[in-house]
């Protein structure tokens, strides 16, 4: 049985949200176990309307929230209570397999690393996504928990990258690109410049750099970037999403003859917004810990909620810190 920690008192839609994405997760998966951890009154009062599964789920007591306007140093002190704290320990404790919160991500990424530590050689844990691509998929890294990065900690990003895409994805070999403002090897800060031979140098599957319009294609299967780059590039690529989305909906209601259109072209459309709609890729998770931690979009609905739990589940199966953990032994031992 597969057990996942549940922040059930995080994001902007609250526990009624969480509790719906966990009975999606429950009915397509029997050999999951979820621990709901928060206020058991108003975790109940939810899931008293339409009951979950006996004896798939349980409650973990929590007396205090981290809120999105806590910084990460007073939720790490003074909230030693928290529900996003309490269920970081059950993965500390072994009662649980990994933790998913839609919570503050300043505090998850402080409370995680000084419950469960980095693995060794990793300086600081890194922010990874998937990204939707033409033909698939890329894994997108760091994309907001360092904004400041030195070129050995995009190594390190690179190595984790390379590693969860090895892991999810199947590739032997991923292909492992750092995201520059050209092709060119003069081009980018000191950063990049200095991580380019790095990570050529090693035994990654390094292809050189990447544009931000070829975050999209089928070029790279990691792309790795500094926190603060990342997070402006995935926020961007969000707004993007909704104003071609805004756009649509508005050409289609502009004539009898557009809307005629648009209800041949149904199909299609919804098709296509499945594809690319950030709520089938939520769920980023926190590399380089030990222990699986997953961060969920504060804004999650319930089909964006459970993605995350199933991101999780995912890096349970396939193993990902133990995984990274190996690797970064080979390559200490090697040096």
């Avoid at 928290?82 to 998913?100: E, F, H, P, Q, T």
């Avoid at 590739?171 to 200095?194: D, F, H, M, T």
């Avoid at 072209?265 to 917004?273: D, H, I, R, T």
Wanted: charge should be negative.
């Amino acid at each position: 049985m597969l057990t996942v920690a549940v922040d059930a008192m995080s994001g902007d839609g609250g526990t009624a949200v969480l509790v719906e994405a966990a009975r999606t997760v429950l009915a397509k998966r029997e050999d999951v176990h979820l621990i709901l951890v928060g206020d058991p009154e108003h975790i109940k009062q939810h899931t008293g309307q339409q009951p979950l599964p006996e004896g798939r789920y349980s409650i973990e007591p929590a007396s205090e929230i981290v809120t999105m306007d806590d910084s990460a140093a007073v939720a790490l002190r003074n909230k030693k209570k928290s529900s996003m704290r309490l269920a970081i320990n059950l993965v500390k404790d072994g009662r649980a397999d990994a933790c998913v919160s839609a919570g503050n991500t300043g505090a998850l990424m402080a409370i995680s690393k000084f419950v469960l530590k980095t693995v060794r050689g990793i300086d600081r844990p890194a922010i990874a996504a998937i990204i939707p691509a033409i033909d698939g998929h890329t894994h997108m890294l760091d994309l907001g928990a360092n904004v400041d990065s030195s070129a050995a900690n995009l190594y390190q990003f690179a190595l984790m990258g390379s590693i969860l895409a090895q892991a999810v994805d199947g590739v032997e070999q991923p292909r492992v690109a750092l995201l520059n403002i050209g092709s060119e090897e003069l081009k980018g800060n000191e950063q990049v410049k200095l991580a380019a031979p790095l990570l050529a140098g090693s035994s990654l599957n390094y292809i050189g750099f990447v544009e931000g319009n070829e975050i999209y294609t089928d070029k790279a299967d990691v792309v790795v970037c500094d926190g603060f780059v990342g997070n402006v590039s995935l926020k961007t690529s969000e707004g993007v999403a909704r104003m071609v989305s805004h756009y649509l909906k508005q050409e289609f209601k502009r004539s009898w003859w557009n809307k005629l259109v648009g209800l041949v072209a149904k199909p299609v459309l919804e098709a296509f917004g499945n594809r690319i709609d950030p709520r089938r890729y939520n769920g980023a998770s926190l590399l380089g810990l030990q222990g699986v931690v997953v961060k969920s979009h504060g804004s999650a609905d319930a089909l964006a909620f459970a993605n995350a739990i199933d991101i999780a589940l995912l890096e349970i199966g396939t193993n990902v810190p133990s995984m990274i953990a190996q690797r970064l032994e080979e390559s200490l031992s090697a040096a």
